[in-house]
């Protein structure tokens, strides 16, 4: 008799399709500040692993160390000790071009002061990351509108942010933040300048973004917000106290 074919994907061994299946995967991260004659321990060796398509909300108290471990996971600082891989690229050693150049292309930003030029259209501000990317105008103003579209906010290109409400100027944030494809979307505080109505429904878009297959972690403050993910991680003294996964 004789023995089916294996597929590539079958013929791989179990855990090197498990570590591929891995946006986020950090081992010991630790990262100490000086603060005159003392050292602060921000983090205190982290262990985690996010998988594709997850929806993690980190959270803590003021000095818990979440903001912290948001800068490293979108390599906007480096660690004081530990590994971190992003998509399977180990970012700890990472030169300051090599960091920039995976924050451009792994990396989607949403803060909560949305960060928009001010003079520009919401066009111009998603197709921005693009620039860096250096992608031919044509193409990156295609992208930029589809992206626009894809939040609800196609009929509003040419409008400035002065010219949008507090949600719609979020929504440009995550299109911008969306338009170089990341594998990982990061939100710090996302809906932290908006009411609550508009609040919800920016929460809705990241659910719609999830269930079509987008990678997220947002840091709040706030337990009602955290609750929209699936996954929810406790961050207190600069290590994982909890991580609670929602049932399905």
């Known amino acids: ?35 005159g004659s003392e050292v602060v321990h921000a983090l205190r060796g982290v262990d985690l692993t996010i998988r594709r398509n997850e929806y993690v909300a980190v959270m803590g108290p003021s000095g818990s160390g979440k903001s912290t471990f948001m ?22 050693g990472m030169s300051e071009d090599a960091l920039a150049r995976i924050r451009n292309r792994e990396l989607g930003f949403v803060f909560q002061s949305f960060n928009l030029l001010p003079r520009a259209t919401a066009l111009d501000n998603v197709a921005l990351p693009l620039v860096y990317a250096r992608m031919a105008k044509k193409d990156r103003r295609e992208r930029a509108a589809a992206m626009l579209d894809r939040v609800g906010l196609g009929s509003r290109k040419d409008h400035k942010p002065n010219e949008l409400s507090g949600g719609q100027r979020q929504r440009v944030a995550i299109a911008r933040a969306l338009v170089t494809q990341p594998a990982l979307l990061l939100a710090d505080e996302p809906t932290g300048a908006l009411d609550s109505r508009t609040g919800e429904e920016i929460m809705a878009l990241f659910g719609e973004l999830h269930a079509q297959g987008q990678t997220l972690m947002l840091v709040t403050h706030e337990s009602d917000i955290a609750a929209f993910a699936q996954r929810v991680l406790f961050l207190k003294d600069g290590v994982i106290e909890r991580d609670e996964r929602k049932r399905n």
Not at 22 to 29: A, N, P, Y
Not at 80 to 85: I, L, M
């Open 1 to 35: 008799m004789s023995t089916p074919t294996q597929t590539p994907e079958q013929a791989q061994p179990q855990a090197t399709r498990d570590i591929a299946d891995l946006v986020i995967r950090v081992e010991g991260l630790r990262k100490d500040y000086k603060m």
């Open 71 to 92: 800068n490293l996971i979108g390599c906007l600082d480096v660690p004081s000790g530990g590994q971190y891989w992003l998509n399977g690229q180990p970012v700890a």
